[in-house]
Every structure is written in C-alpha cells, then in structure tokens.
C-alpha cells in the first residue's frame, strides 16, 4: 500500500513538474511573440515593406483592413511598398496589446490590437488626423527557433459600447 502512495505522489509530482515547465515554455513563446509584434511595429515605422514581410512565411496569407487578400511574403513586399509610397507614408503605428494561445508548442494564436495615425484613405483622400484602432487575428508558426506570422486578418474597430434595446 506504502508504495501505491510512493507511487501516485512521484506521477503527481511528475504532472505538476510538466505542468510548471509547459508554463515556463509559453511565458517564453509569449515574450518571443510580443518581441515580433514589436519588430512588426517598427518595421512599419520605418516604412520598410521588406523587412515587414521577413515577419511573415513564404506563403502568408494576408488579409488587409479593406479586405484585400495578398498571398504570399513576395505579394505582401510589393503591395506594402506601393502602399507606403503615398497612403502611409506619414503613418505611425502602435501595438498596443498581444493576447497569444497556443494549441501546439509550434503554433500560436494571437490577437493583436493596435492604433494608426497618419494614414490616408486610399482613394487619394487626406491623411486621417484622428487615431484609427484595430485588431489583428494572427496564426503564428514556429520553425527552426522563430516565429513568423503564416495568417493574418486585420480589421478596424471602435470602442465597444451596449447594443441598443430597440425601446
């Protein structure tokens, strides 16, 4: 009986121990994943499509604020250069927050919120005085130590506020 208890305290023990460095692992594939939002932040900053695209994997799939879907890193340079050429060319990002899930130890989820100034509209309208806000819904793969952003979905938003009662 003496050892069934040994037995059971060394599995808990074991399980509570893994469970403790999962954990550990996350909080460091967390801090890596905020590190590469950061590196997307400053990448758009500099107005650097290249070094935006290195972000991502060969075969990204991006789909932008207004819907457009540009497939693939080599797509998503050119779009971005054409784009920083005039419609943000003044613009300012900010990464405001990073919410990352992980359903495998090499893929992660993360919804990323963010605020713009500078933009223009790109049908040749003025650059946008007041921030615009958003979210980014990323699936991030992990291959050979990095992480690199393979989808990605951007949408605009405003502040929540209480759905009206129709009364």
């Given at each position: 009986?003496?050892?069934?208890?040994?037995?059971?305290?060394?599995?808990?023990?074991?399980?509570?121990?893994?469970?403790?460095?999962?954990?550990?692992?996350?909080?460091?594939?967390?801090?890596?994943?905020?590190?590469?939002?950061?590196q997307q932040q400053d990448a758009w900053n500099h107005h650097d499509a290249n070094a935006y695209a290195q972000l991502f994997?060969?075969?990204?799939?991006?789909?932008?604020?207004?819907?457009?879907?540009?497939?693939?890193?080599?797509?998503?340079?050119?779009?971005?250069?054409?784009?920083?050429?005039?419609?943000?060319?003044?613009?300012?990002?900010?990464?405001?927050?990073?919410?990352?899930?992980?359903?495998?130890?090499?893929?992660?989820?993360?919804?990323?919120?963010?605020?713009?100034?500078?933009?223009?509209?790109?049908?040749?309208?003025?650059?946008?005085?007041?921030?615009?806000?958003?979210?980014?819904?990323?699936?991030?793969?992990?291959?050979?130590?990095?992480?690199?952003?393979?989808?990605?979905?951007?949408?605009?938003?405003?502040?929540?506020?209480?759905?009206?009662?129709?009364?």
């Amino acid at each position: 009986m003496k050892s069934i208890f040994a037995l059971a305290g060394f599995i808990c023990a074991c399980l509570v121990g893994g469970g403790w460095a999962i954990a550990a692992d996350q909080s460091q594939e967390t801090a890596a994943i905020q590190r590469l939002e950061l590196q997307q932040q400053d990448a758009w900053n500099h107005h650097d499509a290249n070094a935006y695209a290195q972000l991502f994997t060969q075969d990204c799939n991006v789909v932008n604020v207004l819907g457009w879907w540009w497939k693939g890193r080599a797509e998503l340079s050119g779009k971005l250069s054409d784009a920083f050429a005039f419609v943000f060319a003044e613009s300012r990002l900010a990464i405001t927050s990073v919410d990352v899930r992980f359903p495998a130890p090499s893929i992660a989820f993360a919804h990323v919120r963010w605020t713009m100034t500078g933009a223009r509209n790109p049908t040749a309208g003025p650059a946008s005085h007041a921030p615009m806000m958003g979210i980014q819904t990323q699936v991030l793969s992990k291959a050979s130590g990095s992480w690199l952003i393979a989808d990605f979905q951007n949408t605009n938003s405003i502040p929540e506020t209480p759905f009206p009662t129709g009364k």
